[in-house]
């Protein structure tokens, strides 16, 4: 599995309601659930005018088709290279 | 493909390559020069004609790869039996997609046309055998000015399947008469281009020629599976392709293929289609994947595999898909009417098609609503009459707005009995009060009377004053149209004396204009002031039937009594009115007063393109008197051939319609056509003479007695001496023939100036009348003098002129009157092109004609003869 940064534009996220996110899980876990191949949504984070998604794939091609399925902007997608932090200050 | 405001993804991705563009160069050129003036600011129309499998999508296809730093905007209309109105601009985003759409259609056409007119665009609208009737609504308001935007408007049909009534002819009908328009016909491709696509297989490019007649789609298929036998159809091509798939794919697919719109994205977890399954069927090349959703990547593709569902399969198929669509939003209860009827879902497919037949009617699309309504009532289960009273009464509604008359009347006829069942009196009498003004329309006087009297009857019965007052006004308005003008009055008075005791501020008003009306026709000026009052208020309130009525009255009664410029200034306001209210009745009879006002002023050309344009609109009986007679009398007039039969619809017409406005303008006209040809017709020598004297007693009816009575005395009949009749005629009466001719060079009627002068007994005025009738084009009736002349020994008959020598606007289209008068008022090309939303080069290309036609060599020359022009 490859883990996956997903950019979605819409306008005014950051000023989701809880239930509006609600109901968006719950598409998406549908989503999910309805591909048939290995996929999992870690998390995602609402900001600005944007909700960045973190998802483990096996591919691309999955990502994209999740967000069909779910009815959601995919603008961009792109693989994580590396992920590091304070606990990775000391090699 | 624009996707940056839409749900999904981008960007489109497929799941085949688009077809290789073969012999396919001029059509690619041409496409790819209209985009780039597009680009320039300049926009045009391409029209792509092709059977199906013609390469019609692939062309558009390789346009849209070129068009780089241009909004693409490409939508297909639906294939489903009733399409979704408005569904390519739905899918465009361009009006709002939660189907709950309230605009005016005036509203969303402007609205489409701001979403494209500032940057430059390609906007490509595919399959419009299959358009709904707001769409081509949108369309014809985007290509009256597409040359003042930076917009590629390019429209794909298969020519095959456009009947001669088909809801886009008059869009084609309106490109067609465009400037620069490009229609493509895709021919077969060649044995030469079919053997480049077989290249590098074992298949015979001659054979394959032959099996495909040449068709691209065919070729393709028969290509891609060059190991297999040659197929028999384009049928067995495509399903070659999925001669291996699994029965689990198998019905995916057919699933896919009950969704002829597509198959939305987000309906897929709802019906368990997984990803593996997706990538499987990528295989068979048969799918397309858009932002939308699934389709197959041709619609013979998509017909093929839904010809696999085994007999019975369809209904759970479409069940399953109604069931998936009802979880996703927006609700559209087109498409759910298409799947609840497939499923045999009785309930649903009659609550779904009211939805989805009120937003049609919204948007303007009466026959999609016609067409709902009568989906509901096929499939309505309920036994409650008036249930089923009130979806006949608004099916009645829908096919009085698209022009089907005797529907109308027979499905508000068969609510009578349900009313009766359920002892719903008011019910009763409204329908009978509907069934009157429809039967007007049809132009059946007697039965319309005897409907609204019924009405009344049983609403004064019942105690229901708004039902009964309405009826009043209907009857108080007939007998205005027949000039009872007493008992009009009377009936005006009852009706607002209803309104009134009530508070119905629309009747009140209605019987108001009924009054007007009364007053105008008898010859009161005084009234006209306050009609255009009335036409305010009504509009300020919304009440849009009641002013377009007023509209219909004022510009008729300013025609018949020879106010002809006030007349025109009312129509150049009242037709687009009534067009953008979609008001069909008043559209159809004002354009039918446009055709005679245009006949009137000498304008030939203009007059029969108006009377042509009101029988293409499947223009009610009631307003079809004045285009049948003007389709016949100006031809008469010009000197061709005239198809004399058409007054006989016409006298058969007025027979029934019983008004003697109308009786006596075919009178006239039967006249004029006996005098011209000869031939004896006793509804003129026996009937006119007989009954002039009757008709020219009724107020109002001064002028077209008058007309009337000119052409009895012409044709040597015996004339009743008429009391009332109008100044002009008057005047010939006295033997002031200049002073008449006069009167009518003011009202503007060179054809009335001309033939006073010719009723002169002094030869040198019947000179001056042959003369003006040659200027004015009217070479047949000037003919028909000069013979009389001759025949009488005369010595002074002017020569035939070998073509028009005097300026006049006899030849000048709609268009090109309309060009004329602004130049007449000094604008200049650049300004007049900005004015009606056309290139400046179209504004050379009308001012150039209209100079030709007036028989004038500058512009400026039409600026100084503005008035001898009629121009202003």
Known sequence: ?91 | MTTSNSPGVSPEDTYTQAVRLLERDAETGVLRAALGSARDGEGSIVVIAGESGAGKSSLVDALVSEADGVRVLRAHCDPLDTPRPLGPFRDLRLVDTSGREDASRAELCERVYDAVRDEPALLVVEDLHWVDAATVDVLRFLARRVESMPLLLVLTYRDGEIDPRHSVRPLLGDVASLDGIVQLALAPLSVHAVRDVVAGTHLDAERVHALTGGNPFFVTEVAKEPDRPLPNSVRDAVLAHIADVTDHDLEVLQLIAAAPDRLDNRVLPHLGVDLPTLRRLQDTALLTRTAEGLVFRHELARQAVESTVPPGGGPRLHARLLEALQTIEPADPAVFTHHAVAARDNARATAYACQAAEEASTAGSHSEAAAFFEIALEHLESRDPVERAGLLLRLAYQQYMTSRLAEAIANTRATFRLWEEAGDDDGLAAAHDAVALYEYYNAHRAKAEHHADTAARIAQGAGTASTYGASRATRGFMAYMRNDLDQARALATEAHEVARRNELAQLGLRSEVVASVVDLVSGDESARPVLLTQVEAARDRGWDELASTVYSQVASLDVEHGRLRDAEQVLQVSIPFADARDIPICRHWQTGVRARLQLLRGRWEAALEDAAAVVADDGMPLALVWPRLVSVLVPLRRGEHADLGVLDDAWSLVEQIDEPLRRLAVLAALAEAAWMTGRHDPRVSEGAVAHLDGLASRPGAEWGAGNCGAWLRRMGLPVPDVARSATPYRLVDEGRIADAAAYWARVGDPFAEAMTWTDSAVPEDRVTGIRLLDSIGAIGTADRLRVAMRQEGSVVVPQRPRESTRANPAGLTNRQLEVARLVARGLSNSEIAAQLFISPKTADHHVSAILTKLGVPSRRAVVVNAEQLGLT
């Open chain 1, 1 to 91: 599995m490859q883990r996956f940064i997903i950019e979605r534009e819409i306008p005014d996220a950051k000023d989701l309601t809880q239930d509006q996110m609600a109901e968006i899980a719950r598409t998406s876990n549908a989503a999910v659930e309805s591909l048939g191949v290995p996929y999992e949504w870690v998390v995602s984070y609402v900001a600005g005018d944007r909700i960045y998604c973190v998802h483990d794939a096996v591919d691309a091609d999955a990502v994209l088709e999740h967000a069909r399925r779910g009815g959601f902007p995919a603008n961009k997608v792109t693989p994580v290279a590396a992920e590091f932090g304070p606990h990775t200050a000391t090699l």
